[in-house]
């Protein structure tokens, strides 16, 4: 079956007497090995649901499944443990901890799943191509070697479900593509990819293109 699916999302957020309907009914699945984009203009609530899928927000109604296991309605920490587990996560903002070195990120998120058999931490940089940065902190990264830690770490678990939002989106083209062709490796070896963005290029790159207008999809 799907290794990521949601069906019948619905959430809504209100602030003072306005409410939002940021989701409205979205249905939609990602299958092992697949590469799926979802665009959309701002406001129409592709965060919302990459927060929903990775347990990070939970929906007012509708249920959502990673690998089998559902992930909605559950009480935080079992969100948290399968998030842990079978949810690699990278946002544009990094998912990397700024004192932590690049090794170091990666052996805590292993920590985190709880696996006793970790991917080890030097395979996973030379999946990414920074065998040579293990030791170095963030913030001595440039653009796309930090875009490439990121993924090491979304990877550290080998998920069955890799979130992507702009995971792009401050990258030159050169560095852009590279990245792209790493998460392409990642759906080669099984991993289910679903990547919010703007950018035509993820979009030329990826199996199937859903398109988010208020909430709603469209094909
Ligand atoms: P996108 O990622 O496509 O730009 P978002 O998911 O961020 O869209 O937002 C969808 C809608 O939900 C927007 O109208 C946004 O203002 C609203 N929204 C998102 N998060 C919140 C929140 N925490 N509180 C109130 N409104 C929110
Ligand atoms: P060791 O040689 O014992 O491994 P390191 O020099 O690698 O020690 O540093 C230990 C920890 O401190 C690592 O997690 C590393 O990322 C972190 N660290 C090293 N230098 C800095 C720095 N300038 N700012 C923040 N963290 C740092």
């Keep these: 079956g799907p290794a990521l699916e949601a069906r019948s999302l619905y959430r809504f957020f209100r602030v003072g007497d306005e409410e939002t309907l940021a989701l409205q009914g979205v249905s939609m699945s990602v299958q092992p090995g697949e590469l799926v984009a979802v665009v959309g203009p701002s406001g129409s609530g592709k965060s919302t649901l990459l927060a929903c899928l990775a347990g990070l927000d939970e929906p007012d109604g509708g249920a959502v499944t990673v690998g089998g296991e559902r992930m909605s309605h559950r009480p935080e920490p079992v969100r948290a443990r399968l998030r842990a587990r079978s949810v690699g996560v990278l946002f544009q903002s990094g998912n990397l901890v700024e004192h932590l070195s690049v090794e170091a990120n990666i052996a805590l998120a292993q920590q985190l ?88 290029v993820v979009a030329a790159t990826a199996h199937r293109v859903l398109t988010l207008t208020d909430g709603r999809l469209a094909s």
């Design 113 to 200: 799943a709880g696996r006793d058999d970790p991917i080890r931490p030097a395979e996973l940089l030379a999946t990414v191509g920074i065998a040579d940065r293990a030791r170095a902190v963030p913030a001595t990264l440039s653009g796309g070697e930090a875009a490439r830690a990121g993924l090491a770490v979304a990877l550290a678990n080998d998920p069955p479900v890799l979130l992507a939002d702009e995971p792009t989106g401050e990258l030159d083209a050169a560095t852009e593509a590279v990245v792209l062709d790493l998460i392409v490796d990642a759906t080669r070896r099984g991993t289910a990819v679903l990547v919010a963005s703007h950018s035509p």
